[in-house]
């Protein structure tokens, strides 16, 4: 999956989880250890651990 249907992938996935719970992602795309942690800076959702190609990502808090 490319990295931009990633990014609208892991909002709906996160979106659907509860504040603090925490999503593993493996991403392949190149651009993901760029883009992801931009992203989650952007959105307020911690990364926890970058280490490609496994990001651990926390659901931010209301």
Do not use: F
């Not at 979106?15 to 952007?42: E, F, Q, Y």
């Not at 280490?51 to 808090?61: A, C, D, F, N, W």
């Amino acid at each position: 999956m490319a990295c931009g249907e990633l990014l609208l992938s892991l909002r709906g996935r996160l979106n659907s989880m509860a504040a603090g719970a925490v999503l593993k992602v493996t991403a392949h795309d190149a651009a993901a250890p760029i883009d992801l942690p931009a992203w989650c800076r952007l959105t307020g959702h911690r990364l926890l651990t970058a280490k490609h190609p496994e990001y651990l990502i926390q659901r931010k808090e209301p």
